[in-house]
T-cell receptor, first 116, second 114 residues
Framework: GAVVSQHPSRVICKSGTSVKIECRSL??????MFWYRQFPKKSLMLMAT?????????EQGVEKDKFLINHASLTLSTLTVTSAHPEDSSFYIC????????????FGPGTRLTVT | TQLLEQSPQFLSIQEGENLTVYCNSS?????LQWYRQEPGEGPVLLVT?????EVKKLKRLTFQFGDARKDSSLHITAAQPGDTGLYLC??????????????FGTGTRLQVTL
């Protein structure tokens, strides 16, 4: 099946610093990638839709200046959490759609962010 | 806003028991997917159902898509400890294009003990 990787898997940063998370589709091209946030024991919450070569579409309530998304190539999307605060601590997961209009999304293994 | 309610929220059973997880909505979906997620990992796609009334089997797991494409169920036969995890249904809205987004269900946490 399609493989999506994320890096790093875990990161601890100090309050006020920025953190970049990478999402890569390893064996396919992804014109659309998605970024989710997941709180403990909860379902996934969509943050934004990332389209290659264009601006990301953010969900209501998600600050686009705080969560910067870049989708520079068909295999890479990045999420940068700027000026991180403890409340940004969470599990961030990306996914990629295998082909335009396809049904299925494949998820990365997630990144655990802890802001101290 | 399309909502997908899953029930039960939490299920603790013993090895060998059968169980069913439900995923319900008032909205129609063009397709519905089921995922299993283990702690600290991303969701893993189990199956996609597309046609109303469709039934798919994956070893001990049976997935059904409702005739009206508004609901789905996951039945596990003879559960094993390895089935433990968070089960998520996710629907793709009807008529969506390349920008269509999955709506995730509220999740069902399954624990299978020896």
């Amino acid at each position: 099946g399609a493989v999506v990787s994320q890096h790093p898997s875990r990161v601890i940063c100090k309050s006020g610093t920025s953190v970049k998370i990478e999402c890569r589709s390893l064996d396919f091209q992804a014109t659309t990638m998605f970024w989710y946030r997941q709180f403990p024991k909860k379902s996934l919450m969509l943050m934004a839709t990332s389209n290659e070569g264009s601006k990301a579409t953010y969900e209501q309530g998600v600050e686009k200046d705080k969560f910067l998304i870049n989708h520079a190539s068909l295999t890479l999307s990045t999420l940068t959490v700027t000026s991180a605060h403890p409340e940004d601590s969470s599990f961030y997961i990306c996914s990629a759609r295998v082909s335009p209009g396809g049904y299925e999304q494949y998820f990365g293994p997630g990144t655990r962010l802890t802001v101290t | 806003t399309q909502l997908l309610e899953q029930s039960p929220q939490f299920l603790s059973i013993q090895e060998g028991e059968n169980l069913t997880v439900y995923c319900n909505s008032s909205s129609v979906f063009s397709s519905l997917q089921w995922y299993r997620q283990e702690p600290g990992e991303g969701p893993v796609l189990l199956v996609t159902v597309v046609t109303g009334g469709e039934v798919k089997k994956l070893k001990r797991l049976t997935f059904q898509f409702g005739d009206a494409r508004k609901d789905s169920s996951l039945h596990i036969t003879a559960a094993q400890p390895g089935d433990t995890g968070l089960y998520l249904c996710a629907g793709l809205p009807q008529g969506g294009g390349t920008a269509s987004k999955l709506t995730f269900g509220t999740g069902t946490r399954l624990q299978v003990t020896l």
